[in-house]
Nanobody, 118 residues
Framework: QVQLVESGGGLVQAGGSLRLSCAAS????????MAWYRQAPGKQRELVTS???????NYADSAKGRFTISRDNAKNTVYLQMNSLKSEDTAVYYC????????????WGQGTQVTVSS
């Protein structure tokens, strides 16, 4: 079992910044990827950004140039730095990880609310 605990959400004005953190604990024998998803009211959950164990990153078009994902392997923690926030970034942000070797297991955090006021 893997536990993911997010923190850092909150209310911010448009143009502001927030930094989300996700700390992983438990059976972290092989983390393949960590990622941030978000879900706005009435919309499907969507991928925001991901980072592999090797450090390769991927960003949704909406996040490119504004958001940065990083990870501290020693702390099993992934961060999401969000700058130039817009009202459309308002959503619940979820941390995700896939672990395993021959078999893979997916885990989600409980989510943290990000609200951007215009």
């Amino acid at each position: 079992q893997v536990q993911l605990v997010e923190s850092g959400g909150g209310l911010v004005q448009a143009g502001g910044s927030l930094r989300l953190s996700c700390a992983a604990s438990g059976s972290l024998f092989k983390i393949n990827v960590m990622a941030w998803y978000r879900q706005a009211p009435g919309k499907q959950r969507e991928l925001v950004t991901s980072i592999t164990s090797g450090g390769s990153t991927n960003y949704a078009d909406s996040a490119k140039g504004r958001f940065t994902i990083s990870r501290d392997n020693a702390k099993n923690t992934v961060y999401l730095q969000m700058n130039s926030l817009k009202s459309e970034d308002t959503a619940v942000y979820y941390c995700y990880t896939r672990v395993g070797l021959a078999r893979f297991y997916d885990y989600w955090g409980q989510g943290t609310q990000v609200t951007v006021s215009s």
